[in-house]
Nanobody, 123 residues
Framework: VQLQAYGGGLVQAGDSLRLSCAVSGDDFSRYDMGWFRQAPGKEREFVAAIRAWSTGTYYADSVKGRCTISRDNGKNTVYLQMHGLGPEDTAVYYC?????????????????WGQGTQVTVSN
């Protein structure tokens, strides 16, 4: 399974951004998908996840109400729509995939990772 994340960039505080992650190599619909981020000097942290067949979504408290995760199984793509971005959201954002089931908020549960896309939010 290969994951390609894109859509990051340099934005100003308060802006919106949509990240995308294209998946290839297997039946995308049977995978739980997650977004994680890692800021300089910090550990990778959970951002959002969506179950296979969109049967559930999960968000970190830090982004709840500002982010929406979605998937298009026809396009083998998962999205992370972010609003009201602030400097604290600056990080490399990674998409990840795992066979459906069990925990979705823990990075170690994910088997496949994309290369990351940089999001930088300036004041």
């Amino acid at each position: 399974v290969q994951l390609q994340a894109y859509g990051g960039g340099l934005v100003q505080a308060g802006d919106s951004l949509r990240l995308s992650c294209a998946v290839s190599g297997d039946d995308f619909s049977r995978y739980d998908m997650g977004w994680f981020r890692q800021a300089p000097g910090k550990e990778r942290e959970f951002v959002a996840a969506i179950r296979a067949w969109s049967t559930g979504t999960y968000y970190a408290d830090s982004v709840k109400g500002r982010c929406t995760i979605s998937r298009d199984n026809g396009k083998n793509t998962v999205y992370l729509q972010m609003h009201g971005l602030g400097p604290e959201d600056t990080a490399v954002y990674y998409c990840a995939a795992k066979p459906s089931g069990y925990r979705v908020v823990v990075a170690i549960e994910y088997e496949y990772w994309g290369q990351g896309t940089q999001v930088t939010v300036s004041n």
